[in-house]
């Protein structure tokens, strides 16, 4: 899985909804109503991380996520990480 | 629900196995086998949280999980957080 570069990273964010590229990571953050509709979400994520083989650097309080993803293997941004972007915001979509 | 004292604070961290008080908050981190095992921990804490009705400031990435307590109406450590504190460590005990 080769590392994008910035150009590609920037291209391909705009696919997604509300991410941005810093720290040779995409970020996202999301709020909810309360925390169980917020670990919800989280749980729905795991399964898909844990099918995917690739997981998020996130971290929660109360209502709040915030995630990070990047490719520990490749040293920054790969394709993995957008295929997990994108699961994300459709779970969270499908969840609002 | 009254801030506690550091000194009171130290005392009761004495209750506890590798936790420590920083930056207003008791903070501890474990490390399981990988992200099944590491989530499986994080969903038995948040139903705990949950019926505990005061809730975590957590992080994960892959088998790694960093948990941080305080009260937020506080402004500081409050006996909520060493009751969450010790049902965390029975339940990452549990799962050992």
Redesign the interface.
Known sequence: MNKLSEDEINKKLKNLEGWIYKNNAIHTSFQFAN??DA?TV??RI?FE??AQQH????????NELEISLSTHDADGVTDKDFKLAKAIEEIVEASA
Chains 1, 2 share one sequence.
């Open positions: 925390f169980k670990f989280m749980t795991a991380a844990e997981h998020p650097n996130w971290g929660n309080v109360y």
